[in-house]
Every structure is written in C-alpha cells, then in structure tokens.
C-alpha cells in the first residue's frame, strides 16, 4: 500500500505552523508497514484542493488529508470533497448531537458556525472526533481509501486511533516493515561512520541503514521488512549486538528512548533520588526529567541560581570562590552539585554554570563556555565546554550533555567518554 | 514569484523527524513577496527525486531543495542534479579547503566521505556553508532558480540568509506582502468568531484574515499586499486598533510575541524581578523565561518543589496546610508565590501545584486540577483549573496561563478576564 499524506492550510504554507501532523502519521503507517511515499502541504483555495487530490486518488492508494475544516474554513475542503465524490453535504445527525453537548457542558450557546460542522458529504463514512466539533470523513471508492481529517493534532490522532488505524491494520495482510534505531552521543557523523564502516560494509542487503543526525545525537535507524517479524527484529538485534562491541559507550539508547527517559530508567532501577542546581540551563533539565510521567517517583526537587546570591544563599556556594574564580567555574559548579545534592537529601545532583549567550562572554570565558558537575556521596564529575553562540543550542546542549555525564556517572562510577569530541 | 519547497530525506517520510524548515523558509520567502505554492517531501531515491524536481522545474518560478546532501547520503541527490542540468560533478576547491580547515580545527583527519562533499556539479554556483561541510547549490536557468542546500537546519539558514535572501530580495521589484498576527488568550475559536463577526464582515476586501488556532492561543492574521509596505501597514493597523476595542484583554501580543516575552517586557520595563516556586510545572516557567536572551536582567530564580519536604523547607509552607488542604490547593500555592518571592526578595512570584497526569488524580482532585498563585507584595491572586488528561499539555498550559495571570496583575493590578472559560 503506497499512502500520500496532504495537509491543508495557509498557514503551513506561510511558515507560521510546522506540519507535526505528517511525522506523527507516517511513523504510524510505517508501523504497519504503509509506505508513505509523499507528504504535500496546499493552500485551502478549492482549485489547489481538486487537483492535488484528485491526483492524489490517481497514484496512491491511502490518501490521507488533515486541515481544512475548521469553524472558520467556509466548508472549502468539504464542498471540494462534494465535487471529487460527485455528492452534496447533508447533515449529521448523531455529529449535531455530539456538539451539542459539548456546548451544553460548557454551559455555551451552540454557534451557527459550530453546528454546520456537523454537515458531511452524504457517500462519507463519518468518523467520530472525540476531541473536538470536526468530524473526520471516510470515502471508499474502487480500493482507494481517503480519509479526511482536522488539523488540530490531538483531534487527528483520536481519529487515527480510533477509526483509521484499526483498519488499516486489519488491512496489511501481516507484511511488515521493522524499524530498530540506536541513539549514540559523542561521536559527530562522519567519525561514527569511519568507526563503524566495516560493520556497516558487512550489513546484509535486506537491512537498511540511515544516519539520522541532530544537533544532540546521532541515530542511527537499521530497517528490513517482510511478513515473520520475530525473525525480522532478531535478525536486526544480531546486527546490534555487532555494533555494541565497537561503540559500546556511544550507545545511550534506542527507539523511542531520549537520554533523560535513559537517565529516569536508571533511578528507577537503582531507587536513587535526583536534584538540580541550574544556573545557565535555568530549568530545562528538571523541565525534560518533569515531562516524563512517573518522574516524581525520583527527581526531589531543583533550585534555579540565576543570581549569585541565590548560588551562595540556597546552594551553600562559599562567597569567595565565586570572588576568586567566577561563577562560571569548576569550584563553583561542584560546591552548586554538592550544595544541591546535600540540600534536597539527594543520592546524585547535576549542577550547570556557564554563559549562554548571546552576550556575556569574554576572552577567557567566551559565549558558550560552560561548566558542568554531577555528584554523588562517593564522587563529584566536572568538566568544561565551549558550545556555540546560540542560546538555544548552548541550553540545550549543555542539559543533554549534563544528563550523559549523570548517566555515565551512575554506570560506570566515574566519565569514560570524552563528550568534548562530539562538541569541539 | 510562485515557490515550491521539496524536502528529501526518508525521516521524514517514515516520522522520525518532524519538517521545520519548510516553515523557516515558507516565513522567509513570505516576506519577500513569494509564494510558496506547495510544499513535497520525498525519499531520497534517484527516481523520486528527478521526477519531483522536473515537475518543479516546470511547475514553478522558484525550487527550493533541503536535505539529501549529508556525508553517508551516496550522492544520489548531486546526481540527479548533474543528470536535470545535463553535467557532472567536479570538486569545488574553495570548498575542499574549507572542510580541510574544519577538520584541521578539530585536530581531526579528513575523511573520505567529507572530503566528497566538495564535489559539485559543474554548472551550478556554489553558495558557501559556513556552517558544515556541504555547500549549497545553485541553478539558473531560463529564468527558473533552483537551489539546493543541507538539511541541516542552521546550516540550511545560514545558506539562506548569506546568499539567498539577498539575491531574492533584490528581484522581488519592491512588491511586498504585509502579514500582521495578534495573539489572543482567552476565548476559544468560536466565540472568538463570533465576537468579532461584525468587525471581520467590515474589513475591507483588500485585507485577508485568518485563524491560527494552537492549544494556548488563537492567533488571527491580518494580510495585505502591495508595492507601498508603510501604506499597507497603516491599512492593517487601522483594522487592528478597531479589533483592540472590542477584546482588549483578550489580545496580548503581536507577531513574533509569546506569553513570555512579553512578560519579560513588562518586567524590564518597570524593572522588577522575579521568583518562581514550581511544582507541577516542574521548572517549565523557568525554562521558558530564561530561553530569552537577557532574562537575567529580571529573573532571579525559582525552586522547583517536587516533594512536599521542599515545600515547606525551602518555601516555608506551612505543613499544617498541607496536612489540611492538601499539597493541591489554594492555601499551599499562595503560600508557595508568596514564600518564594520573600526568600528570593523578587517583586513577583508564580507558584503552580497540581496534578499533571497521566495518574495521581481523585474525584475531588481529577488529572489536570492545578492551583496557580501569582503574588506581589500588594496583592496574591490565585485560581484553579481543571485541564485535560495530557501530561504535556497540562504542563505547558498551566505555565501559559500563569504567565498571563501574572500580566494581568502587573497590568490591571488584579486577574480581569476570566481564563476559564479558555479552557472549560
């Protein structure tokens, strides 16, 4: 099954929202082995909509269609769709019904815009959005199946997941494509593909391989297909294993893992408890660890040190350190990891100290520089970078680094990698 | 001008990364005049990439292609340029020396694959990355501009903004297309509508609105185009000071403004400082604050009291209270904001509890009751809500509304609108 994804709206067109709609629905469909072989974004004009979807009925199998239909879109998508199916919108009933309610829940009038949501063209199979007014809308015409959805990306996937992937599963026919991807930090790309160059010249041809890189970590996604997938994924695994052994402390995960769900699966393991001194992360490390469910069961708690006083008043940071060596320093890093760890009754802490930029460098501690400890009772890890000048990227790539050098810490009790390498 | 932007790389086609520079290219060139007609994502496949590329070619006056030119991509992507444009590769040596220096900068050998990103095809101009190893490139012909550059985001912007922008901007012919976005909080797309129906039917036919609904604002975009920019902005600010009489308090930011920046306005401009005391939102407030350059000027810090013991250590709340009230209530937030602003001797504090999900929730307290208190040394005002079932979610809307909850005391002095019904 070759699938199309078509996003509808100007305001993907004009750059004012990022499409996250398509990669959440092409993951889905790879997942049962669907092919999505193009993602096309138009302008809601009815011409632009009839004949990309009509060409999108002519070459693909699977066309599915988000955005369009909102309150305010004057039914374009809708009537287009009337056009296409050679059909005319009726209403409902049972969609009228259900926003009805949410309006009486809200204690809210029903709006006039708001109920012609419930008019559907009348050969669709209608399918109910939980999440919202906007119903999606099923056609089913010579073995192509289009589905049409709204944009908002929580009504979309309770539409997918309740309707659409269900059935497309029933559908596969047991083929399927297995992805496996391995999630390494420290190596740039280039390097990891000399180191592993040999493994990967000696992969078997039905195993794909994709270098995946972002500015935090290089994946790497290993990919093959067919109908046994216990034999598919082993046949993956054994790969794995291979490369295990030449980039074993590169390898900090795999899948849907990120460094901080790796760091959280270690306290968990261990029952060990976390606290945070967060000077230039300023509270995106315990903003990641908080976004996990379940986190409360080991992150106690952090202080933000945006100002000295703050360091030296709540961290126990000693006064003249700061004096002689600067706040953006070893001796100062380690007393805000120990100050936190001590403070919050923690078994480890992460603390960060450094000049985020844009401004706030100078010649010996330019834009970037950053120190980073992590402590236990037994020992305390620093070590200094030097990141770009992008705020951003600096706070970002500082947390993700602090996290590596916790995780490191916890497993093998003191740094081994030389994440400089990856940075420099 | 009418523009395409084709995207290559299988990541996005399979889900594993989500296309953002569209959206940064889609913005760029809309302030230049042009538009983006389409926007496709292929894999990076000879045979998709040539057909979609001569499509484009014929199709439109402008191509823009990201992605599909890293050091493991095998070139497929310069080839099939090479085989469009009838030549052959050779090595750029500007370029070579380039990634010769870079590797030299990182005292590392230069290997293979990097040095056979100097290789271009022989009738394009290279458009120097100073950013990466892979050079963007840049075809002319019969009137028709075609450009290729690394997926890399900050390489692919920086490509963008040395070489292309300017080349764009002076070809447009000072036809100019004026986009005005207000950001409002408050009411939900509907009601927004129907408030504003009769000043929507009057704009006059030369202004386009739009809506850009979001889970924490609806965003209306006011557009108009022309050759004179100060006559079509006066046009749209006319419409704007219109729409300011009728939601006020609704209306928070323009254009590039977030919740937070202008906060952080607001705090720079009467010079106060700050204090936050997080629990449910779990260091995201702080997070947001301190990604904007400079908000050490008026963030002093903040506590994020995961565990009930911090709360009453570090923030001096009463245990009594929570004994009583529970850690999720009224009395424990505003004892939270006004503690936190005492100890870090701010103006201002937020405090947030509540119950983010997915589990911890009871019939009294369901997942996603929050309790947030904003606090000055006049006034604590604090309110409760009852948001979805998302973790997420609930964590970045309760950090939104707290942050407008604290605009409106620094600006009425008191909460004046009624955020609830946002999110009832």
Not at 212 to 231: E, V
Not at 337 to 356: C, E, P, Q, Y
């Amino acid at each position: 099954v070759n699938a199309v994804i078509v996003t509808i709206g100007e305001e993907i067109l004009i750059g004012q929202i990022v499409d996250t709609n398509s990669a959440w629905i092409a993951n889905q469909l790879n997942l049962l082995g669907i092919r999505v072989k193009k993602i096309i974004s138009i302008s809601d004009s009815a011409d632009e909509i009839k004949s990309t979807v009509y060409k999108a009925i002519n070459d693909f199998d699977l066309i599915l269609i988000t955005g369009g239909l909102g309150p305010t879109n004057d039914d374009i998508t809708k009537q287009a769709l009337c056009e296409l199916y050679d059909t005319e919108l009726y209403t409902h009933v049972e969609t009228l019904e259900h926003i009805r309610k949410i309006f009486a829940k809200r204690n809210l009038p029903l709006t006039y815009l708001n109920a012609k949501q419930a008019e559907v063209p009348s050969n669709s199979e209608v399918l109910f959005n939980p999440n919202g007014t906007a119903p999606g809308m099923l056609f089913n015409r010579n073995g192509k199946l289009l589905i049409a959805m709204p944009g908002v990306p929580f009504e979309m996937k309770a539409i997918m997941e309740i309707h659409v992937l269900p059935r497309l599963a029933s559908q596969s026919g047991g083929f399927t494509i297995v992805h496996k991807t391995v999630h390494t930090f420290g190596l740039p790309e280039s390097f990891l593909a000399e180191r592993i160059a040999e493994w990967e010249n000696n992969l078997p041809s039905d195993i794909g391989l994709a270098y995946l890189p972002s500015p935090l970590s290089i994946r790497l996604r290993l990919s093959s297909s067919g109908i046994n997938r216990d034999l598919i994924e082993q046949k993956i695994q054994n790969q794995i294993n291979g490369l295990l052994k030449i980039i074993p402390q590169n390898i900090f995960g795999y899948d849907d893992d990120s460094m901080v769900s790796v760091v959280a699966d270690l306290f968990l393991k261990t029952q060990s408890k976390l606290a945070l001194a967060e000077s230039c992360t300023g509270g995106t490390i315990a903003h990641l660890i908080t976004q996990l469910p379940g986190s409360s069961n080991f992150f106690i708690g952090g202080i933000v040190a945006y100002s000295n006083s703050i360091k030296t008043n709540l961290l126990g940071v000693d006064p003249n350190s700061i004096e002689l060596f600067g706040a953006v320093s070893r001796e100062v890093v380690e007393q805000m990891a120990n100050g936190a760890r001590l403070k919050f009754n923690a078994d480890f802490a992460i603390a960060t100290s450094g000049i985020a930029g844009p401004s706030g460098g100078s010649p010996e501690k330019p834009v970037g520089t950053v120190w980073i400890a992590v402590s236990s009772a037994q020992k305390t890890v620093s070590e200094r970078f030097v990141f770009g000048h992008d705020r951003e990227r600096n706070i970002l790539r500082s947390s993700i680094t602090a996290l590596n050098m916790l995780r490191q810490l916890i497993i093998y009790g003191e740094k081994n990698v030389k994440n400089e390498e990856f940075f420099s």
